[in-house]
């Protein structure tokens, strides 16, 4: 069973086009999160929801929107993609938000075209 | 600012012989913990180790903490190929944020 689990897995796009990825997560946790991984491997975090609420967001053009319709799903939504959006996109969950135990999602590779 | 930074970025070894990573940080922590990925996939989680310990073994991991350097070592023994995998560190000193290093490359020649 995938604890947490994000599509899709591949995403090639052009530029301009809106796209979104959903995420949801059967572990019952309290928060979600949103890293982008870049060419260099290096992963930052976006955006953080503790109970549906927004808890972390990181300084990202306000292209990207997270969704969390509840606490075991969060979607992120990206408008008029850039080139430089092209990375990888974990999607992540934790029970607490300080500090514990991350399980992650497989990523979804988005490129940019 | 990125809170931890491994070193070395990457390591090649045999199998057989240890590996061990490094990972230093800036500010002050609750738990310092360790995750692998492999290639193509997500990030897993290894091993938590709190402020207040020194020293944590999981299987053929052992993670070292000295907080008065602001470091920490991972430290794979009898290493085999299917350890090689991108390990990173990662810290709770800013906010209620966990912050990963670069990562450091680890190759396991068989």
């Known amino acids: 069973d995938t604890a947490v689990s994000q599509t899709p897995k591949y995403l090639v796009t052009q530029m301009g086009n809106d796209k979104s990825i959903k995420c949801e997560q059967n572990?019952?946790?309290?928060?979600m999160y949103w890293y982008k991984q870049d060419s260099k491997k290096f992963l930052k975090i976006m955006f953080s929801?503790?109970?549906?609420?927004?808890?972390i967001n990181e300084t990202v053009p306000n292209r990207f929107s997270p969704k969390s319709p509840d606490k075991a799903h969060l979607n992120l939504h990206i408008n008029s993609l850039e080139l430089g959006d092209s990375a990888v996109y974990f999607c992540?969950?934790?029970?607490?938000?300080?500090?514990?135990?991350?399980?992650f999602g497989e990523g979804s590779w988005l490129t940019v075209v | 600012s990125q809170q931890g930074e491994e070193d070395p970025q990457a390591l090649s070894i045999q199998e057989g012989e240890n590996a061990t990573m490094n990972c230093s940080y800036k500010?002050?922590?609750?738990?310092l913990q360790w995750y692998r990925q492999n290639s193509g996939r997500g990030l897993v989680h290894l091993i938590l180790?709190?402020?207040?310990?020194r020293e944590k073994h999981s299987g053929r991991l052992r993670v070292t903490l000295d907080t008065s350097k602001k470091s920490s070592s991972l430290l794979i023994t009898a290493s085999r190929a299917a350890d090689t995998a991108s390990y990173f560190c990662?810290?709770?000193?800013?906010?209620?944020?966990?912050?990963f290093g670069a990562g450091t490359i680890l190759r396991v020649k068989s």
């Open positions: 572990l019952g946790h309290d928060t």
């Open positions: 992540a969950s934790s029970q607490g938000a300080t500090g514990n135990t991350i399980y």
């Open positions: 990662a810290t709770d000193g800013n906010g209620n944020k966990l912050v």
């Open positions: 929801y503790n109970n549906k609420e927004l808890i």
């Open positions: 500010t002050s922590i609750n738990n």
């Open positions: 180790i709190r402020s207040n310990e």
